[in-house]
């Protein structure tokens, strides 16, 4: 049981570079969540996904896409880096939102630099 | 102001001492509160939840929720090195009709002295 693992781990992009970060869970969680954590400003929301298929905004949407093709999988994508999207980003799933023994269940997280 | 608030510390405690952490927050419909924990460069850990206002106890660790005051609490007992790490606080409740939220505080950072 891998839980929730993300690919790359690190990666280094040019401002305008474009770039998909993967992740994957295997737990057959039906949400999944896009978080970028910054110094002083903790986990931001950038998309979720209730399930296959469906994608929503979060907090800080702007400049990422995602997608959600497979239940497993969640994709985040940057279609032209900015400095501004140097951060960690964690991806999370979790059985569904609003419960009361509602668990998320983070990645390792990916270190982006933009230069 | 911020929804959650969480002093950033960091926080430097001696080995076996009491620590407390804190947040207060400012919506009144969260109902869940949770604990997260995160190791450097690692993600954030479930450590503990609480539902509505109460007390929970779990091993050295005990979640406090007064919902009255807006104020959630974390302690942990005898303190040891392997706690250090930065916590975070969450919290979840249902905002409109169907619409559920789900924060988390910026965390604060715990070093334990050996």
């Known amino acids: 049981n891998a839980g929730v693992t993300q690919t790359p781990k690190f990666r280094v992009l040019k401002t305008g570079q474009s770039m998909t970060l993967l992740c994957a869970q295997d737990?057959?969680?039906?949400?999944m969540y896009w978080y970028r954590q910054d110094p002083g400003m903790g986990l931001r929301l950038i998309h979720y996904s209730v399930g296959e298929g469906t994608t929503a905004k979060g907090e800080v949407p702007d400049g990422y896409n995602v997608s959600r093709l497979k239940k497993q999988n969640f994709l985040l994508g940057l279609e032209s880096a900015a400095p501004s999207q140097t951060s960690v980003y964690f991806c999370?799933?979790?059985?569904?939102?609003?419960?009361?023994?509602?668990?998320?269940?983070f990645g390792p997280g990916t270190r982006l630099t933009v230069l | 102001q911020k929804e959650v608030e969480q002093d950033p510390g960091p926080l430097s405690v001696p080995e076996g001492a009491i620590v407390s952490l804190n947040c207060t927050y400012s919506n009144s419909a969260f109902q869940y509160f949770m604990w997260y924990r995160q190791y450097s460069r690692k993600g954030p850990e479930l450590l503990m939840y609480t539902y509505s206002s109460g007390n929970k106890e779990d091993g050295r660790f005990t979640a406090q929720v007064d919902k009255s005051s807006k104020y959630i609490s974390l302690f942990i007992r005898d303190s040891q090195p392997s706690d250090s790490a930065t916590y975070l606080c969450?919290?979840?409740?249902?905002?409109?009709?169907?619409?559920?939220?789900?924060?988390f505080g910026t965390g604060t950072r715990l070093k334990v002295l050996a």
């Open positions: 737990m057959n969680h039906e949400y």
């Open positions: 969450a919290m979840s409740g249902k905002i409109t009709s169907g619409t559920y939220k789900y924060i």
């Open positions: 999370a799933s979790s059985y569904s939102a609003g419960v009361s023994t509602d668990t998320q269940y």
